[in-house]
């Protein structure tokens, strides 16, 4: 029984011992399972720093290369941007530089054509007047030798001679108010000239000195007396020049008629004389035109 005894309480101190084995074994387990899990906790808040380091780093590692990037693209669409500049700038200079080249050409075209216009135009209106002054010579051919007035044809004329030195010269030397009262024709002045020439005459008769009522009487019947002679008359006196000028007068030759009234300073002959002027300037101006008018005609032609 003792030995019973004895076995029991060996098995039961060897539950006991083998209770507290499996219980050491148990907190053992226990502790190394939450050692386990601090251990864990401490790998995973290690990893979350780590991770967040990580991320951190990488962060501001891609910031930094975005930074580089964006940098470096600005550079680059600025050096872009800069050589995109630069030829733009030369394909406008080269472009301007071209349109300054047309335009040149065409200002010089244009000038070109300017002045062929404007010579064109000097030609046409240079030979309207000259055509104009064909016509109105043409029309004064019959009119200037009688004394009718010259009316409108001599007011163009005036008009024409405006835009002509040469013809306003010639114009300016003409007599006076041909146009509204005419000039008196060479026939009238030969049918005149005899009245001239007779009072010319009996004046010649009449002494220097006489005051006497009888020297004029006298003077008037010696003159109706002496033959009316026209002939190239030698001698210097009032007769002989008388002669000379009726001859010329004859013979139509006015300039040289005058040249020898004028020579006997009578103021007799002083209507006549003006007369005659006036029909010899006409004469000669109307000449002048017709070889000014010839003269143009053969330049233009």
């Not at 009688?146 to 005036?158: G, I, K, Q, V």
Request: charge should be negative; glycine fraction near 4%; hydrophobic fraction near 40%.
């Amino acid at each position: 029984m003792l030995d019973g005894l004895r076995s029991e309480c060996a098995r039961m101190l060897a539950d006991h011992e083998a209770f507290s084995v499996a219980k050491r074994a148990q907190n053992d387990a226990q502790r190394t399972v939450q050692q386990l899990e601090r251990n864990y906790s401490s790998l995973l808040r290690r990893k979350d720093h780590i991770l967040k380091n990580q991320k951190i780093a990488s962060e501001h590692h891609l910031t930094q290369q975005l930074i580089s990037m964006r940098e470096k693209a600005a550079a680059y669409l600025e050096l872009r941007l800069a050589e995109q500049e630069r030829d733009l700038r030369l394909f406008f200079d080269k472009e301007r530089a071209a349109r300054l080249d047309e335009l040149d050409a065409l200002r010089d075209v244009s000038e070109t054509l300017e002045s062929a216009l404007k010579y064109k135009i000097a030609k046409e209106t240079e030979l309207d007047n000259v055509r104009e002054l064909s016509r109105l010579v043409a029309s004064l051919e019959d009119l200037i030798p009688t004394s009718e007035p010259l009316s409108t044809f001599w007011t163009e004329l005036r008009d024409l001679a405006s835009r002509d030195p040469v013809l306003d010269g010639v114009m300016q030397a003409a007599p006076k108010g041909v146009e509204t009262s005419g000039v008196c024709s060479m026939d009238e002045l030969q049918r005149w000239f005899p009245r001239v020439e007779r009072a010319l005459r009996q004046s010649a008769m009449v002494p220097d000195n006489s005051s006497s009522l009888w020297g004029p009487i006298s003077g008037a019947i010696f003159g109706r007396m002496l033959m009316k002679e026209h002939w190239l008359a030698p001698g210097l006196n009032v007769d002989s020049a008388i002669s000379r000028a009726g001859y010329f007068v004859d013979q139509g030759d006015l300039q040289n008629a005058v040249r020898e009234l004028e020579s006997i300073h009578d103021p007799i002959g002083t209507d006549w004389l003006n007369e005659a002027k006036r029909r010899l300037c006409l004469d000669q101006a109307f000449d002048a035109i017709r070889a000014h008018s010839q003269l143009e005609d053969m330049r233009i032609g």
